[in-house]
DNA sequence: CCCTGATTCGC
DNA sequence: GCGAATCAGG
């Protein structure tokens, strides 16, 4: 796989909403974690939260009997701490390590992140629903839109499941830019949640895409 | 073990 | 430019 324009859109997307290196391969598809972290420094878009970064200067690497690399050449540490120059449009510099610094945002339904004044992402986050969900009857759609109703302006969540006599599409105005109406993005987008409060366990009943 | 991102370096 | 290998922290 290459590195398309439209694969480089969505590896900035995602990587902006803060999905993992990880996720983005598997949603990309064709390219490891690693190519995808690669790639994202190299565009120049990391400074990301980093598990390692926080620390302290690693410097002392331990001698491997059989070291095919040689050791790196030795960095002078960088104690330099700018200023933060707040600049409108600027990329946002790394957040001071000892004064944490909340984003304050305002979350919709189903945790789905409302974009702040400052933060311009008008792309659109494709990414189907991952899971299947019960299908909730939605509100009166007392009209069954069925598969030749959809169109760009109708929600095209299914309600119910395909093969059923009943099956249809939720049908009511689509949030405009997305595929769903309002209330059902709030469930199709969810926000990136730490692993630890993240809702349920893998709920495929479905093998599952493991890959690795 | 699993995961994460960072970095290096041969290609 | 690419990404596997490696590193290092959680």
Redesign the pocket.
Known sequence: ???TDERIERLKNMWAKG?????IADELGG?????V???????GL???????????E?E???P?AA???????P?APKAAEEAPAPIPGAARPNPPRSAPEMQFRSIGPGGFIRQGPGDQQPPIPPAPPRRLVPAKPSPEVADKTGLLDLNDRVCKWPIGHPGEPDFHFCGQNANPGFPYCVEHCGVAYQAQLP?RDRRPPPPLPFGGPRV?
């Open positions: 796989m290459s590195w999905a993992t290196a990880s996720q390219v490891s974690r690693n190519a972290i690669g790639k994202a420094h190299r565009l990391e400074q990301r939260p980093s598990p390692v970064k926080p620390g302290e690693k002392a690497k331990k491997v070291a095919p690399k040689p050791a790196p050449k960095e692993r690795r």
